[in-house]
T-cell receptor, first 113, second 110 residues
Framework: EAGVAQSPRYKIIEKRQSVAFWCNPISGHATLYWYQQILGQGPKLLIQFQNNGVVDDSQLPKDRFSAERLKGVDSTLKIQPAKLEDSAVYLC???????????FGSGTRLTVV | GIQVEQSPPDLILQEGANSTLRCNFSDSVNNLQWFHQNPWGQLINLFYIPSGTKQNGRLSATTVATERYSLLYISSSQTTDSGVYFCAVLPKGGSEKLVFGKGMKLTVNP
């Protein structure tokens, strides 16, 4: 079974620029998550989708972050404008059902300079 | 919200040694997973173990849900076991999102 695909693997941008990350979950997985992991910490949930609807975006900084999951498959996460504190690894995960095991992608390491 | 505490925070071993990682959680859970984060940042699922005991090669895990803890055992450690180990739980009755501990950094020296 193919895993969760993410791109790009690495991105370096200047503060105030914009950036977008892409995620393709495991086929058939209805639930998709975006997590942010700052160096030295555990991942923290940014947003959770069930099919193409948002279930939880309470931790998403909506003034600068946005995410969508059109057609209930692929998802994109955007940051505009980026701040230095956005430097982190952005992880995408999917589950077949909400209490099932999570499978994570390889992540995108963002550096804001 | 639920609290997830991992111990020890860091561990250094010689190759071949055994180790036990502990995860305590403050409330009932529907799911518990152990992950290994490799040096490239990818989270690799080791066990999906809301209760009971599972084994996979040199690794095994036990979750005692009624006492709110889980243990990850690594036997005959290898240098490739190095990395950060995370325990993550899905709280019961709350919002359905996986909550992570702070992680435990394991270094296995040759």
């Amino acid at each position: 079974e193919a895993g969760v695909a993410q791109s790009p693997r690495y991105k370096i941008i200047e503060k105030r620029q914009s950036v977008a990350f892409w995620c393709n979950p495991i086929s058939g997985h209805a639930t998709l998550y975006w997590y942010q992991q700052i160096l030295g910490q555990g991942p923290k949930l940014l947003i959770q989708f069930q099919n193409n609807g948002v279930v939880d975006d309470s931790q998403l900084p909506k003034d600068r972050f946005s995410a969508e999951r059109l057609k209930g498959v692929d998802s994109t996460l955007k940051i505009q404008p980026a701040k230095l504190e956005d430097s982190a690894v952005y992880l995408c995960a999917s589950t077949e059902w909400t209490a099932g095991g999570y499978t994570f992608g390889s992540g995108t390491r963002l550096t804001v300079v | 919200g639920i609290q997830v505490e991992q111990s020890p925070p860091d561990l250094i071993l010689q190759e071949g040694a055994n180790s036990t990682l502990r995860c305590n959680f403050s409330d009932s859970v529907n799911n518990l997973q152990w992950f290994h984060q490799n040096p490239w940042g990818q989270l690799i699922n080791l066990f999906y173990i809301p209760s009971g005991t599972k084994q996979n090669g040199r690794l095994s895990a036990t979750t005692v849900a009624t006492e709110r803890y889980s243990l990850l055992y690594i036997s005959s450690s290898q240098t490739t076991d190095s990395g950060v180990y995370f325990c993550a739980v899905l709280p019961k009755g709350g919002s359905e999102k996986l909550v992570f501990g702070k992680g435990m950094k394991l270094t296995v020296n040759p």
